[in-house]
């Protein structure tokens, strides 16, 4: 597993070359710009990404579950025009696009059929109380293209964050009510709502949020000293872990945390509580994370 050595990365070092399948995949942004590193699965060896859009949303950016391709959005490749999820295969470069003006971030499901997108469907201008805010979910079939909005509530995309569970049978995603309270949401492939956690929010990083087929990894907010809770959506019960350190979280992976280390450009692991801290990716020089996920 990824987590379970240390790994060094020099940030401008790593060469643009196609891989079959990654284990994990990092996008940050350093003195010399942005980047997207993979973790090359069979030679376990940092290699960049080569072609990807030029006005990508590095926060965006996840890992299929067979490590094969990547999941981002992007704009135009002329920064205008509809933003549009986009597929790309690491092996050969081929892309697969989806362009709408509502979509906002995407996870591929499990067995690569289906893309669960993030998309904002109000009609008014963004601002509380003019027009019809609604937060969605559309269903993309990769293969056909077809399109079905399986759920919809009143509010806003603030916290953004989907997940497949490994199974594929449930979704989870974190959005904002028009009361200002952020929920996580679990639903059914049909769209049915089967739970709904109230001050409670998923980490981004699609590969993150799910524990098992049935267990959610969430952390309080409003900030509740932020230790992680896994819920059992089959019973609604919690188990809230300790936090003995208040660096942000950044992904999730093998029952360990991956979090910010006590020096710049150091990311450690720890155990859910906080405990049984070991380092894990030096990055030289530091650089911004935007997005981490992990898949192996």
Known sequence: MVVDRSWEIAFDAPAARPVRAARMVLAATGPGGAAVIVLDADSDTFAAVPGLPAHLAPETVSLSSDGT??????????????PRVVLHTLATGARQ???SDDYLRAALSPDGTRLAVLADLSDG?????VG???????????????RQRLWWAEGYWEEASISWSPDGLLLAATYLTLDDVLTTVV?????????????????????????????LVVYPE??????????DVRTGGER?????????????????VVRPGSAPGRLVTTDLGDGDERP???ISPAVTIDALDIVA
């Open 69 to 82: 391709r990547l999941v981002l959005t992007a704009r135009q490749d002329d920064g205008a025009g509809p």
């Open 97 to 99: 696009e989806f362009a």
């Open 125 to 129: 201008p963004g601002i509380p109380g």
């Open 132 to 146: 019809d805010e609604l937060a969605g979910i559309e269903l993309i079939d990769t293969g056909t293209g077809s």
């Open 187 to 215: 639903l059914d492939r049909t769209g049915k709502e089967l739970a709904a956690y109230a001050e409670r929010v998923a980490l981004p990083g699609p590969h993150s949020v799910w524990a098992s087929g049935h267990e």
């Open 222 to 231: 409003p900030d509740d000293e932020s230790p992680l809770i896994l819920i």
């Open 240 to 256: 809230r872990f300790t936090r003995r350190t208040f660096d942000g979280y950044l992904a999730v992976s093998a029952g360990r």
């Open 280 to 282: 894990f990716l030096t």
